[in-house]
């Protein structure tokens, strides 16, 4: 799971690096993207209204989510 996220953190975030970057910091529109294309590759949903996305930040926060989500589907 990590390793899918990553790379579509690498995909949303030209450079992006968990070596060099431990907290992750993307622009609303980066966010959203990253969102989406969690949705699609975990085949989860996302209520965008319902998340707060100042607390995704790390990589094991991104998981925490898809468990969430994976148990709610």
Do not use: H, W
Request: proline fraction near 3%.
């Amino acid at each position: 799971m990590i390793d899918k996220i990553v790379a579509i953190l690498e995909e949303v975030k030209p450079g992006f690096s968990v070596d060099a970057e431990p907290l992750i910091y993307l622009s609303s529109l980066q966010m959203m993207n990253f969102l989406m294309r969690m949705e699609r590759e975990f085949d989860i949903e996302i209520d965008f209204e319902s998340v707060d996305i100042t607390e995704l930040n790390t990589i094991d926060s991104f998981c925490q989510l898809i468990a969430v989500k994976s148990k709610e589907a």
